[in-house]
């Protein structure tokens, strides 16, 4: 009977029996015919029947053989039955069958018959197998229920075996080597290396039944068992799921997950060859490196979500002024980095940056409040300024703080002498730690006047560094290294301190003051500020109700609840609240009534404009007095403004008219109790 034999014989087909049934019936050896589609026998000689304990064919048939068959052996009928539907295809393979659950090893042959309704059904011939070891036994099923695709090849590329996995992985059961991979340069590697060594491991990308994937092959020169031919074996293992898990890590390595912009990994790995490049190709190139100004102000007060949305929305806009072959990266916080391959590099550069200043400078909506930032960039060039990344990457950071220095909002070009006014800035912060280590760091006191009678009612604690080779060091210098280097909750907790103990010491000798103290944003929103706080007050015993801690109303930005809460809960120890320098940032008065606010710093900036601009300090003014709000004047300097002050019923003033910010000692020698004393 031929492998594709019809069983058409009408009596015959309806008993399952083949036409040829009393021909095979005579065969001492088992044959039987199985529906692979419905997993039962339809027809079996008594040698098959004796086989499978069967007390006749009906039997037999009734028997559901998928019941306790595993999905490798079914996956393995369908494709004999997939190959049989393609042509004339034979199998021979070793087989352990379980007829009442006892194990019998056949060597077992296949080929395809039709039944009756068209569907293909498989012919199996068995012979005893002699007995065989039990590893070996095992062996052949592991190879069978093995995820591992293990194939044998010829010397030419043709397979000669495939396993059940293997199978189910090619389209066509003929596919050849050559076929299976994706790259030919992964062919000739193989074949170099097993004619070099005899055995090759590779990952590589094949063609599989369900497109391309990435195996993991193990090639090994042998010989074909039954031939004696060399031959090759490769073993195979789907790889495709952590390829693709590394390829995600490794974008999120490369990567800034809020923006999507490639992150400082990226730009150490790939801008060296694009340097490299443009060396090649007879280019230079620019390294913008852009950092915004008090970007620091919009996450302490507003919160780091809208810091982020911001961020974001700054991205996109650099992206718009990339050229094709500009490059752009987030180094982290609010830096950002561009590089820009041009033979006239310096000309584009200046191109980009006005660009991108404008774009940022442009407001940005979020949650209901308009944000507006600006951009310090500072500029280095390939080769001029630098041939390796991290050099440039260096300068163009210089440079941006020479923009910063110069004002912010602006540009700035590396210059040999930014490396000396680098290494100066570091020596400051070296020594302004062993300042603050050594107590090296003194505070001042400026006192606040009563406007009507001239009498101290307080002082703001002032910090001042006097240096002993450099002289006095101005705060507009340290303060921004304390903020850049993360000493400023440091520096701000030691003057709390010191001005509570001195508020103590002048209460004892009958002076009772009100000391001031500014909070920086970092400071107000550090977790520890209320701990730190109740810590002092505990050390020095002094009375929280002569301390009034300033905030700038940038901190009010966000109206948060963590904002409120920390204000509420200052104020539930004591405190007194200020608002520093109010005027000059995002807020107005009409936001005061939600925060447990005392007192309203007018800026000295409205005190110098009382000449020409008076309206805007009379609303100030007129609003305190609405929402009964405490007054102090800064940096009143003549007869004229602080008349103009008591005219409108300001509280309290300080500045240059009185005196400046002093040492303790000198402060006790003032004349605390007015009219006025003369200015220091």
């Known amino acids: 009977m031929s492998p594709h034999a019809v069983v058409d014989r009408p009596v015959a087909a309806e008993r399952g029996f083949p036409s040829e049934a009393p021909m095979l019936e005579a065969l001492h050896q088992p044959i039987w015919i199985f529906d692979i589609d419905h997993s039962r026998v339809r027809w079996a000689n008594s040698a098959a029947l004796q086989l499978w304990q069967a007390g006749s064919l009906a039997e037999l048939r009734l028997r559901d053989m998928g019941e306790d068959m595993s999905d490798s052996v079914a996956c393995r009928l369908r494709q004999y039955q997939q190959d049989f539907e393609c042509g004339d295809a034979r199998f021979s393979e070793q087989w352990t069958l379980y007829p009442g659950g006892r194990p019998a090893t056949m060597w077992v042959g296949f080929s395809g018959v039709r039944l009756p309704d068209g569907r293909m059904a498989m012919l199996c011939e068995a012979r005893p197998q002699e007995a065989m070891p039990p590893d070996s036994l095992r062996s052949v099923e592991a190879l069978l229920h093995t995820e591992v695709m293990t194939t044998l090849y010829s010397r030419g590329g043709r397979a000669l075996y495939r396993n059940p996995a293997a199978r189910a992985s ?47 092959l193990s090639a090994r020169l042998c010989r074909d068992a039954a031939t004696g031919r060399q031959a090759l074996l490769v073993t195979e293992i789907d790889i495709s799921d ?212 001239g009498q101290v009612m307080g002082a703001e604690a002032l910090v001042r560094w006097l240096h002993p080779q450099r002289g006095m060091i101005p705060p507009d210098v340290f303060i921004p290294v304390c903020e850049d280097c993360g000493l400023i909750c440091e520096l701000g907790a030691m003057v709390l301190e010191v001005s509570a103990r001195q508020q103590v010491y002048w209460a004892q000798q009958g002076r009772v003051l009100k000391i001031s103290v500014n909070l920086s944003p970092r400071q107000f929103f550090y977790s520890a500020l209320l701990q730190d706080v109740r810590d002092i007050l505990d050390r020095t015993g002094c009375d929280p109700r002569a301390l009034e801690l300033e905030i700038t109303e940038s901190v009010l930005l966000g109206h948060d609840g963590r904002t409120v809460a920390t204000l509420e809960a200052l104020s539930a120890l004591g405190l007194g609240i200020a608002i520093d320098d109010f005027g000059t940032g995002y807020s107005n008065l009409a936001y005061l009534h939600r925060y447990p606010v005392d007192t309203l710093k007018i800026d000295r900036s409205f005190i110098r404009a009382l000449d020409t601009l008076p309206a805007l300090t ?33 509280h309290e003033y300080q500045g240059f008219l009185f005196s400046p910010a002093v040492p303790p000692e000198v402060f006790e020698r003032l004349d605390l109790d007015g009219p006025m004393a003369p200015s220091q």
């Not at 059961?173 to 299976?180: F, V």
């Open 618 to 650: 009379e609303m100030i003014v007129t609003m305190c007095q609405v929402l009964k709000v405490h007054m102090v004047a800064e940096g009143v300097e003549t007869a004229e403004q602080l008349a103009w002050l008591r005219a409108r019923g300001v």
């Open 242 to 453: 952590l390829k693709q898990a590394q390829a995600q890590a490794q974008y999120l390595a490369d990567h800034d997950l809020l923006t999507g912009l490639p992150n400082r990994n990226h730009v150490i790995k790939a801008y060296p060859q694009a340097l490299e490049d443009c060396r090649r190709r007879g280019l230079q190139a620019a390294l913008i490196f852009i950092d915004l100004d008090h970007f620091k102000r919009v996450n302490d007060s507003l919160g780091h979500g809208v810091g982020d949305e911001l961020l974001m929305h700054l991205a996109l806009r650099l992206r718009a002024v990339l050229g094709p072959q500009d490059r752009v990266a987030r180094l982290g916080g609010d830096e950002f980095l561009l590089l820009v391959p041009h033979a006239d590099a310096a000309a584009v550069a200046s191109r980009r940056v006005q660009e991108l200043v404008a774009l940022i400078a442009q407001p940005v909506q979020i949650s209901q409040t308009e944000l507006r930032v600006t951009p310090s960039v500072g500029v280095s060039l390939f080769p001029q300024d630098g041939t390796d990344i991290d050099t440039l990457m260096r300068h163009a950071d210089l440079a941006m703080y020479s923009a910063k220095a110069a004002g912010r909002n602006g540009m700035a070009w590396f210059q040999p002498a930014m490396n000396a006014a680098a290494q100066s800035r570091l020596d400051l912060e070296v020594e302004l730690r062993r300042a603050l280590a050594h107590g090296d760091i003194r505070v001042y006191f400026q006192p606040r006047i009563h406007v009507e009678t």
């Open 170 to 216: 090619v389209a066509e059961g003929s596919e050849s080597l050559r076929q299976r991979l994706v790259e030919r340069s992964d062919l000739r590697a193989l074949v170099r290396a097993l004619v070099e060594r005899g055995h090759c491991k590779r990952i590589a990308r094949v063609v599989t039944a369900t497109g391309t994937r990435w195996h993991d």
